[in-house]
């Protein structure tokens, strides 16, 4: 029986949402080297960037550190999912470390590419965030000044190359579709003999779950995000939601951060997660909604997603 005492609300659920393949078999890999090693197993930076994730993992042992100078030479050392630059596994490597790579295996084909243009002898322009650890670990297999950063069409204008016929460009896994395909080809128009990837570089996850909220936008009156401040995925999401036709798009880590106030008078509303974000907390999500309104769910699926990632070899073997 519906509670006719709360004001109703359509709740457009995204499908498919939250954790991708690739942060799945990083969050495993963690617990897997917990069970194989004992505690503690050092994790360098945020295994995924979810504090909710982070926060279970060091309960169970994991310790996170910005360096590998901040672990010490006889304890696993985990690289996150995000990547890192060849200078970190040949630091672990010199100091006899057991070293475990969570690297997404679609950030890593875009190292493999950055590193086989660059045997072409190739200069690489990569499409990404400055400052973010994928782009750091990206622009970091190769020496630098190899791999030049665009982050916005205007910053193709300025980019300078040594020569305009010998490039190739990367992008981030985790950007929005529309503004880089913007940038793209904006590249293509300054430097027609630029090279770029036989497929896009932005992983099936990310395409996904921007997809969907582009389904649902123009449905509702406001989306919420599930997921982290420093997600990039997760704020490409508030973006693309916003620009597809929703009129208040907001970023939450959890219940506790809906902005009520914001949400005052409406009759429908989005939700999704970005694919670091945990389903427990989009259920908390919904659960708020529930005790405020008489809620009923419709479920906005654009795709199926049944993508698996293998983990590393050292972990299947015995200790």
């Known amino acids: 029986m519906t509670d006719t005492t709360l004001p109703p609300l359509t709740l457009h659920l995204a499908a498919p949402r939250g954790f991708c393949a690739g942060v799945d078999r990083a ?6 080297a917990l069970e194989k090693w004992g505690a503690p197993v050092y994790v360098r930076h945020e295994i995924v960037h979810n504090r909710y994730v982070v926060d279970d993992l060091r309960a169970k042992g994991a310790v996170f550190v ?12 985990i690289f996150s999912a995000h990547g890192v630059a060849k200078s970190v596994p040949a630091e672990a490597t010199r100091r006899a470390m057991i070293q475990v790579d969570a690297t997404c295996p679609l950030v890593t084909k875009v190292h493999n590419e950055a590193a086989r243009h660059s045997a072409e002898g190739l200069q690489m322009v990569m499409i990404g ?3 973010h650890p994928e782009t750091v670990g990206t622009m970091g297999q190769l020496p630098e000044g190899e791999v030049l950063l665009v982050e916005t069409e205007a910053d193709v204008a300025t980019v300078e190359v040594r020569d305009p016929e010998r490039l190739a460009f990367v992008t981030q896994t985790t950007l929005s579709v529309d503004d880089t395909a913007g940038i793209v080809a904006a590249l293509k128009a300054r430097f027609p003999a630029i090279k770029g990837p036989g497929k896009e570089d932005i992983c099936y996850a990310t395409t996904n779950r921007q997809e969907a909220v582009k389904a649902m936008a123009p449905d509702c009156d406001a989306l919420l995000v599930v997921g982290a401040p420093n997600s990039s995925n997760s704020r490409r999401l508030v973006e693309v939601g916003a620009k597809a036709g929703c009129g208040y798009a907001q970023l939450v880590q959890r219940a506790a951060d809906i902005d009520w106030r914001a949400l005052g008078g409406i009759r429908s509303l989005g939700v999704t997660a970005g694919a670091s974000a945990p389903e427990v907390l989009v259920n908390e999500v919904i659960d708020a909604f529930r005790a405020r309104y008489d809620v009923t769910v419709n479920l906005v699926e654009t795709a199926q997603e049944n993508v698996e990632f293998k983990v590393p070899r050292i972990l299947r073997e015995p200790a």
Do not use: S
Not at 27 to 32: A, G, L, P, Q, S
Not at 66 to 77: I, K, S, T
């Open 129 to 131: 965030h400055a400052g």
């Open 27 to 32: 969050i495993k890999i963690v617990e897997m």
């Open 66 to 77: 910005e360096e590998l100078d901040e672990a010490p030479d006889d304890r696993p050392v």
